[in-house]
């Protein structure tokens, strides 16, 4: 199975490398932002590096939309991950579109509401993990994971 793992930098990143268990074992397509860290974590892997800023940045919005459908009509994924943040939005609705399933990790520290990257992106998921209850019985549709 090939696999497309979308992240900001940060907390973000941080969170879809614990996903390590899961994904190391498939072909893999990362998309996150260049960084000393993420260039150094991702040297032997296949990525491809995002536009940043993504918050309320219409330039690098439309740039990674270009970016996305780019890249994904190329690679094909079957599974499309993301822990967030703005930089997957994009990815997720065209992975969906064009008929890969969508995952979305909820970050640990959103207890009350989705984070707008979640809001954004809920119409195009299959998938969509939380870490509270509250959000569980906010979207029903959610699982809760621990």
């Not at 397509?29 to 892997?45: H, S």
């Not at 780019?70 to 065209?94: D, M, N, Y």
Request: hydrophobic share 50%; with cysteine; aromatic share 12%.
């Amino acid at each position: 199975m090939k696999i497309m793992l979308i992240c900001s930098t940060g907390g973000h990143f941080r969170a879809i490398q614990e996903l390590k268990p899961f994904w190391e074992t498939h072909e893999r397509i990362w998309i996150t932002f260049y960084t000393p860290a993420t260039q150094n974590f991702l040297a032997e892997e296949n990525v491809y590096w995002a536009w940043s800023p993504t918050n309320r940045n219409l330039p690098n919005l439309v740039r990674n939309f270009l970016l996305a459908g780019k890249v994904l009509l190329k690679e094909r994924p079957s599974l499309v991950i993301s822990t967030g943040a703005g930089v997957a939005v994009p990815f997720l609705i065209l992975s969906k579109l064009l008929g890969s399933k969508t995952v979305f990790v909820e970050s640990a520290t959103r207890v009350n509401q989705l984070s707008l990257s979640a809001r954004l992106a809920l119409p195009f998921l299959d998938v969509l993990y939380v870490h509270w209850e509250q959000l569980k019985l906010l979207y029903p549709m959610s699982q809760l994971i621990i």
